[in-house]
C-alpha cells in the first residue's frame, strides 16, 4: 500500500510526453552538477590553496622533554614535528637531511649549544626559522640567541602556553619574548652598559667558541674535526688561538673557561 502523504508517480501517457520530459533533463542535470560541485568545494576536498602544515625541527638532550613538546606541537592541526635531534650537531644533520622550516632549539646541549647550532642553521639553511626553548630566565642568554638568529625566546616552564604561538608568529616573521621579558631584560641590559658591565662583543669567534666547548667537553680534536665539518690541522689552530687570546695554557683551564662562559654546565 502506499503512503498517502507522498505524491504518486506519474506515467507519461505518450511518445511527446516522454520527450517532454527529456528536454527537460539537461536544465535539471545542469542544476544538479552546479549543486554537487557546490557542495564538493564547501565540504569535500580542500581548496588548492588550504596552508600547508609547519614543518618543525626539535633539537633537546631530553627525551622525555622532547617527547612532551611534540604533544603540545603536534596536536596543533597547523603543527608538525617532523625531525628530532639529541644535541646542536645532530640538530644540523637533521636539518641536511629533512625539509624543516622552523627549528626548536634548547639552549644547553652537549657537543653543540643551541646558539651554537643556531648560528650554523641560519649559515646553512637561510630561510629556517629559529627559536630557543630553554629553562633560562637570563638576559644573557636570551641577547645571545637574538644574535644568532633565532627570533624568539621561549621559556620552558610556560611552553604550553605560549609556544605554539611563538611558532607561529616566528612563521609570520614576528619575533616572539615571553611576556614580562623585554622591558625587564633591555632595562637590565642598559642599566649594565651605563656601569661599564658589557663588553663591547665576544671576544671569541663563533667558531673558537665551538672548538672550545668541545675541547672542554673532553672530546679530541679528531672528533672535533668530524662535528665540525673541519680538518684536525684547523681544529689545533684555532685550540692554539684560544689558548693565546684567553691567555690560558691547557685543557683543563679552558674548561674552566668556557663553564663560567656559560657553554657548559660544571
Known amino acids: ?3 498517502p502523504s507522498l505524491p504518486e508517480p506519474s506515467e507519461p501517457s505518450s511518445a511527446h510526453g516522454r520527450h ?25 576536498t580542500p581548496p588548492a590553496s588550504a596552508p600547508s602544515k609547519i614543518r618543525i625541527l626539535l633539537a633537546d638532550d631530553h627525551a622525555l622533554v622532547r617527547r612532551g613538546v611534540r604533544l603540545i606541537l603536534d596536536r596543533e592541526p597547523d603543527l608538525e614535528v617532523v625531525a628530532e635531534a639529541g644535541d646542536g650537531a645532530e640538530a644540523i644533520d637533521m636539518a641536511r637531511a629533512h625539509e624543516a622550516d622552523l627549528a626548536v632549539l634548547d639552549i644547553a646541549m652537549p657537543r653543540l649549544t643551541g646558539l651554537q647550532a643556531a648560528r650554523e642553521l641560519a649559515a646553512l639553511k637561510p630561510g629556517l626559522r629559529i627559536l630557543m626553548l630553554t629553562m633560562h630566565d637570563n638576559e ?6 637574538l644574535k644568532s ?11 604550553d ?7 607561529r608568529a616566528a612563521m609570520r616573521d614576528e619575533p616572539f619574548l615571553y611576556p614580562g ?4 631584560l633591555i632595562r637590565n641590559y642598559l642599566d649594565r652598559v651605563r656601569h661599564g658591565e658589557e663588553t663591547s662583543d665576544h671576544i671569541l669567534t ?11 667537553e673532553g672530546h679530541s680534536s679528531k672528533e672535533i674535526a668530524e662535528i665540525l665539518f673541519i680538518s684536525i690541522k684547523t681544529v689545533q689552530r684555532h685550540r692554539a688561538n684560544l689558548l693565546q687570546k684567553l691567555g690560558l695554557r691547557d685543557r683543563l683551564e679552558l674548561t674552566r673557561y668556557a663553564i663560567r662562559a656559560g657553554l657548559i654546565e660544571p
Do not use: H, I, N
Open 149 to 159: 638568529g633565532a627570533c624568539g625566546y621561549v621559556l620552558k616552564s610556560v611552553a
Open 161 to 167: 602556553r605560549d609556544l605554539v604561538a611563538a611558532c
Open 20 to 44: 517532454a520530459d527529456s528536454s527537460a533533463t539537461p536544465s535539471s542535470a545542469t542544476s544538479a552538477s552546479a549543486t554537487s560541485a557546490s557542495t564538493t568545494s564547501a565540504y569535500g
Open 1 to 3: 500500500m502506499s503512503d
Open 206 to 216: 663563533p667558531r673558537e667558541e665551538e672548538v672550545l666547548k668541545l675541547v672542554a
Open 181 to 184: 621579558a623585554v622591558t625587564a
Open 140 to 145: 644573557q642568554y636570551l641577547f645571545q640567541a
